[in-house]
């Protein structure tokens, strides 16, 4: 098998619901699709970046940069096909880990389709279903927060995750907890603190959360780590483990008791299970966070959580949270006890629908061998 063609779409789609971090508002998606097509068959993977360099430097426009300049480029070139080969071959450029893990993904599907697997099962996943969570950004007003919580429980999720940031905290927490005294409950702060904020931080120890993700921002272990020495609540770090080395550096630091995996943050599956396989060595327990991935990351995101050290529940919910239509066929639902489960036919295991596709595409472009 040769690669014949790897195609590029940048797509937006719409919110069902705005989606506010400390990074501010957000009503629609921009995010990049790929395709790797050889012998008839398609993969396909997800760019996560954003359209702006709000969660990590890389925006749509740096991604689609570097994959049609560097890394698709390089892939021809070298004749690669199998994922691991292109993970291995795209170190040596630096940098840019949610352009390399959406070509990766699409090299993973091909992989796992051609041979007529699951992508789970190709990653040596255990579970059959995977424990669904959701993150709700911030509200206008903290009734409306509690109200939407109700809404999300009465279909059936069991694990909470809310967006904090300086002035939506510890007053936000106390009415959630008022409310919903036994709920799974964490809340994400995307580094909108600093360690001036250690004694107002610490208040939240009362509410009993599950982990307090990522206070401070990403480049500071070290202030993680003293927090964590204070703070009863095990910290969580997402933005901060950009690779296995960083989460070694993380572990042995003690900057966190919790890591969250998000495949496009760390460049592809293979660091994600180095991750993954370090953490279950150290006994730190993982889950699979989201970046409002359509039906495709998604579906890529579930097959990995299928993985065995992925205890917490995830930032992994059904598709008509996040898009009226979502780009798979059938959308990834819950069931009524908040699970999700692990498509089991090749690949991601969803009919991924380019009509809807083709609706939402602004750009498109084919890359072919020279
Ligand atoms: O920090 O986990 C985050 C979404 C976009 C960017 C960063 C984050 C998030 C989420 C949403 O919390 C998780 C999801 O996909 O449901
Ligand atoms: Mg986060």
Redesign the pocket.
């Known amino acids: 098998m040769s690669l014949e063609r790897i195609e590029m779409s940048l797509l937006h789609l719409p919110f069902v619901h705005h989606?506010e971090?400390s990074f501010g508002r957000e009503y629609d998606r921009t995010f990049l699709i790929l395709r790797a097509c050889a012998d008839g068959v398609t993969g396909y993977g997800e760019v996560v970046a954003?359209a702006a360099p709000l969660?990590s430097y890389e925006t749509t426009e740096t991604a689609w940069h570097v994959l049609q300049d560097f890394f698709i480029p390089l892939v021809f070139k070298k004749n690669l096909k199998d994922p691991a080969d292109v993970a291995r071959e795209l170190n040596r450029y630096r940098g840019h880990p949610m352009a390399r893990a959406g070509l990766e993904l699409a090299l993973w599907d091909l992989k796992a389709k051609k041979e007529g697997v699951s992508l789970s099962r190709l990653y040596g996943g255990t579970r059959s279903a995977i424990e669904a969570g959701?993150?709700i950004g911030v509200q206008d007003t903290p009734e409306e927060l509690v109200e939407r919580i109700g809404l999300f429980l009465d279909e059936g999720y069991r694990r909470v995750?809310i967006?904090i940031k300086p002035g939506w905290d510890v007053r936000i927490c106390e009415s959630i907890r008022t409310a919903y005294p036994h709920l799974l409950l964490q809340a994400?702060a995307?580094g909108a603190y600093t360690m001036a904020d250690g004694d107002h931080l610490r208040q939240l120890d009362a509410f009993s959360l599950l982990m307090l993700?990522?206070v401070f921002p990403p480049y500071d272990l070290l202030d993680h780590s003293r927090l964590q020495e204070t703070i009863k609540t095990p910290l969580c770090l997402?933005?901060s483990i950009t690779s296995a080395t960083t989460a070694r550096q993380a572990l042995e630091l003690k900057s966190c008791r919790i890591v969250?995996i998000?495949v496009g943050r760390v460049g592809g599956i293979v660091e994600a299970r180095r991750i993954h396989d370090l953490c279950e060595a150290e006994n730190i327990p993982v889950w699979c966070?989201?970046?409002?991935?359509s039906g495709v990351g998604r579906a890529h995101n579930v097959h990995l959580a299928a993985l065995p050290n992925f205890v917490f529940p995830h930032?992994?919910?059904a598709s008509r949270?996040?898009y009226r239509e979502d780009i798979v066929e059938p959308p990834f639902d819950i069931t009524e006890n908040g699970m999700i489960s692990v498509p089991d036919g090749p690949g991601i295991g969803v009919e991924v629908l380019e009509d809807r596709i083709q609706k939402a595409t602004h750009r498109h472009q084919v890359f072919k061998p020279a």
Do not use: H, P, W
């Open positions: 989606f971090t954003a969660y959701v993150s995750k967006k994400d995307n993700e990522q997402d933005e969250n998000k966070g989201g970046m409002l991935e930032d992994i919910s949270r996040y």
